[in-house]
């Protein structure tokens, strides 16, 4: 979870520094539990507005310092392209590939997509999974309106399809359900009182669509 108080990009050496001890937290943990991947938002979540024009450059230079720390847990470095409502930069599959190629390290090689962004930013939902390729680690499940699968107006046989063709089927490679609801902001709710049961049931029919459409796409349905 990557808000103001823990930019990347900030233009505020204090800020920059609780993002290190954050995920050097985070990492820890980790490795603890031997997690696959660990998200990263290069800039806050929450501040759409630059600070100025520096802001790509100082998050690379912030990732930079922990890079190896990914490494040495074995986790990888998963990072997440957000909406334009939400970031003031890496708002795509492109420009995440992009903040890749700028970090140049061994353990932050990997992305995190999210089909509810993707749907604001992306031309196409498809063909950017194909552009992320092997570099896609986990892809975030919701479906137009940030409901359930199967309750809004996502093509979701098009990102199975795309999925396929990259590959996708294999270890470490996930698909999450996140379902957060209309309007669901997962920062302001993680101090919040969740509804468990609502919830699960969110999940756990995006899980059972996608089960559906994918046999259905693998049926030629």
Same mark, same amino acid.
């Given at each position: ?85 939400? /970031? ?10 992009? $903040?890749? &190629?700028?970090? %140049?390290? @061994?353990?932050? +090689? ?64 996930? /698909? ?10 997962? $920062?302001? &709710?993680?101090? %919040?009182? @969740?509804?468990? +049961? ?24």
């Amino acid at each position: 979870m990557f808000s103001r108080e823990n930019d990347l990009s900030s233009n505020s050496g204090v800020t920059r520094q609780h993002a290190v001890d954050y995920l050097k937290r985070t990492l820890d943990f980790a490795a603890a539990v031997k997690a696959g991947y660990v998200l990263v938002v290069p800039g806050a979540v929450g501040r759409p507005t630059a600070y100025d024009n520096a802001e790509f450059d100082r998050s690379v230079a912030t990732l930079q310092l922990v890079a190896d720390r990914f490494v040495t847990a074995g986790t990888r470095a998963a990072i997440e392209p957000i909406r334009s409502a939400e /970031v003031s930069f890496c708002r795509t599959i492109a420009e995440a590939k992009a $903040y890749l &190629a700028a970090v %140049g390290h @061994p353990g932050v +090689q990997h992305i995190n997509g999210d089909l509810y962004h993707m749907q604001s930013e992306e031309s196409h939902i498809g063909s950017a999974l194909l552009e992320a390729g092997s570099a896609l680690t986990n892809l975030h499940l919701a479906d137009s309106n940030r409901c359930a699968l199967g309750d809004g107006s996502l093509d979701i046989d098009t990102v199975i399809k795309a999925l396929y063709l990259i590959g996708y089927n294999q270890p470490g490679c996930y /698909v999450t359900p996140e379902p957060l609801g209309p309007g669901g902001d997962p $920062y302001p &709710a993680m101090n %919040g009182k @969740p509804d468990p +049961q609502a919830l699960d049931r969110l999940v756990q029919q995006t899980a059972r669509y996608f089960r559906e459409r994918e046999e259905a796409v693998l049926a030629g349905a």
